[in-house]
């Protein structure tokens, strides 16, 4: 009897010192993970959407994409372009016919040439409607490309674009393995590694965990200083935070604004805050009562104190806004109306005035609804929003949806008042000025002003930089006269760099190739 409860003790203790030291391995399992010395980490706000550069306009896809594939031209770290698979280019003085000269002997990461008829395939390619490509429109101004020679390559353009250079920069004109998609078609994307132009190849993607990039070992330039690339999907800001708290991070391209202060105490250096190429706001339904009618529209622009919503409620130093085209891309600075300087009692009284006009008092007061996407920052606005019409006679509701179904009923038209805003593809005002043309599928208000449409076409035919920018200015000033949108601030970069970082500079585009980027140690 003794031995076996002598037995079963010690068999007792051997099933706690196991259990003791499961518990340990789970333990030191669950700590995190220092990346590797020679990976860079960087955490993006969403998932990659594809790996086909056609088929994307997300920011995280394009990010992902300008690694791996190069166009003509390329951007440098600090957001401005230089040649990239071009080792030139020239234009006629109407700024109508470029030619570009394309780098010899260039070719893709599996050895396959790449010739100026590669960038005839790719625009052909975009254009066609089974592409069904969301950027297509982008390049409208581009009338024909032609290669005359193997290393020459023409363009004819609609109407002068001082942009060209930095659109030939977007990753869906890049060079694209048109050898590979006339085999594949669109499995070309599942080529292990993937058949790239550009500083990296990718070499695997585990969806929802990360894609890894590697150097493309044919690729035209000195090798990338780093040699492989890690993109991970956050999921969201407070989980990106975290992570980057953590060291498993070195670079996250978003943080949650109440954040800053933590960020300025415990880790200085970290948060990189600048001036960005987009802009923030609210979209009217200008289809349907009551935001058909300017004076309602007007009266809620008048009644908004953007500078209080700018300073004490974001605080991270977003410029408030009165129009759509960020001052930055301006010689005339960002839009401005007169009314913007009254003083609050003055503005409501017009405000008062004007809903009046309208029809809309104390005994029938004006009742609508904002949507908005998911984000504590879009719920804060739209409640500033209220508070701010509090001394109107205005009766307002909030309804709170996911991204996507946010976004679905903006294309749909199924929405009064919504929030929306604009990350430019390009440093150019009309890129922020176009969506509101009558036939664009980012009208999201349904806006139909021929004055603006008239003032707009007469910008884009006008070549002399400065000529051109004053009239762009002259168009949005039509446009916000209208007022089929209420403008709240311009954005500014919220990114968070690691002190390993190299190399990262802050710029209106927040465009930072990997390429341009070092690890300390590596």
């Given at each position: 009897m003794l031995s076996r409860q002598v037995s079963t003790a010690i068999g007792l203790l051997v099933l706690c010192l196991c259990a003791l030291a499961l518990a340990g391995c789970s333990r030191q399992q669950a700590q995190p993970q220092a990346p590797p010395d020679d990976v860079l980490i960087r955490l993006s706000d969403?998932?990659?959407?594809?790996?086909?550069?056609?088929?994307?306009?997300?920011l995280t896809s394009l990010r992902v994409a300008m690694d791996q594939f190069e166009g003509l031209t390329r951007y440098r770290g600090d957001g401005t372009v230089e040649p990239g698979l071009a080792a030139g280019w020239s234009h006629?003085?109407?700024?109508?016919i470029w030619r570009f000269v394309l780098r010899r002997g260039l070719r893709f990461s599996d050895g396959a040439p790449i010739t100026a008829e590669t960038f005839v395939a790719v625009l052909e390619r975009l254009r066609r409607g089974v592409t069904a490509s969301p950027t297509a429109g982008l390049f409208d101004v581009i009338e024909s490309m032609d290669a005359p020679e193997s290393h020459v390559l023409t363009l004819k353009l609609r109407h002068p674009f001082p942009a060209l250079t930095e659109l030939l920069a977007h990753p869906a004109i890049a060079a694209l393995p048109m050898h590979r998609i006339a085999e594949a078609g669109d499995r070309w994307t599942e080529?292990?590694?993937l058949v790239t132009s550009g500083p990296y190849r990718l070499q695997s993607w585990a969806l929802h965990d990360r894609i890894l990039l590697e150097r493309n070992p044919n690729w035209h330039d000195a090798p990338a200083p780093i040699p492989a690339i890690e993109w991970k999907p956050a999921g969201d800001k407070q989980s990106a935070f975290r992570q980057f708290r953590a060291g498993q991070a070195h670079i996250v391209s978003d943080f949650p604004s109440e954040r800053l202060d933590w960020l300025n105490r415990r880790m200085p250096g970290a948060a990189q805050i600048s001036a960005y190429r987009g802009s923030y706001y609210f979209v009217f339904n200008t289809r349907r009562p009551p935001f058909d009618d300017r004076r309602v529209r007007l009266a809620l622009n008048l009644a908004v104190e953007r500078e209080a919503i700018t300073d004490r409620l974001l605080a991270v130093g977003n410029p408030p806004a009165w129009g759509v085209v960020p001052a930055g891309l301006s010689r005339q600075g960002g839009h401005?109306?007169?009314?913007?300087?009254?003083p609050r009692q003055k503005r409501l009284s017009e405000a008062r005035r004007l809903l009046g006009e309208a029809g809309y008092g104390a005994d029938r007061p004006l009742r609508f609804e904002i949507r908005f996407n998911s984000d504590s920052d879009h719920r804060r606005v739209a409640l500033a929003l209220l508070d701010n019409w509090r001394d109107l006679p205005v009766e307002v509701r909030l309804l709170n949806t996911e991204a996507t179904l946010h976004f679905a009923s903006l294309r749909n038209g199924d929405f009064e008042l919504a929030r929306s805003g604009?990350?430019?593809d390009l440093s150019a005002p009309e890129n922020f000025l176009s969506i509101y043309r009558g036939d664009s599928p980012l009208n999201y208000p349904g806006y139909r002003g021929a004055a603006f449409e008239r003032l707009l076409e007469q910008a884009l035919a006008i070549s002399d930089p400065r000529q051109r920018d004053a009239a762009m200015a002259q168009a949005e000033a039509a446009l916000m006269e209208d007022a089929p949108v209420l403008p709240v601030h311009y954005y500014v970069t919220k990114n968070l760099v690691g002190p390993r970082v190299t190399g990262w500079r802050n710029n209106l585009a927040n465009v930072h190739p990997s390429r341009t980027l070092g690890l300390k140690g590596s």
């Open positions: 969403d998932e990659v959407k594809s790996l086909d550069p056609q088929k994307v306009s997300d006629d003085p109407q700024g109508l080529d292990r590694p401005r109306p007169d009314w913007s300087f009254w604009w990350i430019g």
